[in-house]
């Protein structure tokens, strides 16, 4: 829906633009638009803004309509303190994508030790 002010915002953790920008969407597609929010701002380690998406009803389990999903982007990046808020927040660590791929997976595959540790012991809490 929108352009790539919304990614870029999100990256850079511009958590007021992305609000700003996100009261322009209109309610069919505001999943959507908060979806790639939470992605961006995941992606860049953005925790602040990772909180307030959530506080405002982004799904950290939602599934973009390629399969992505959102724990495996932290888990593939290794950022352990996004990963940790997403799970916090109650991310699926079961939750596979398109392919049948889970975060443990994608941590593992790009050997993220700390992720692989925290999603491991994780699931062995559960």
């Keep these: 829906m929108l352009d790539t002010r919304l990614s870029n915002a999100a990256w850079r953790g511009d958590t007021d633009e992305v609000l700003a920008l996100l009261d322009e969407v209109p309610q069919e597609y505001r999943a959507g638009e908060f979806y790639l929010a939470l992605l961006w701002a995941t992606a860049g380690e953005k925790l602040d803004t990772m909180r307030a998406l959530i506080a405002l009803g982004a799904d950290v389990n939602a599934a973009h309509h390629r399969g992505h999903r959102i724990l495996a982007t932290a888990a593939r990046a290794g950022s352990i303190d996004a990963v940790r808020l997403l799970i916090e927040y109650g991310a699926d660590i079961?939750?596979?994508?398109?392919?049948?791929?889970?975060?443990?997976?994608?941590?593992?595959?790009?050997?993220?030790?700390?992720?692989?540790?925290?999603?491991?012991?994780?699931?062995?809490?559960?």
């Design 94 to 126: 079961s939750a596979r994508d398109a392919w049948g791929k889970t975060a443990l997976d994608y941590a593992r595959k790009y050997k993220r030790t700390g992720v692989v540790a925290l999603l491991e012991e994780t699931l062995n809490a559960q």
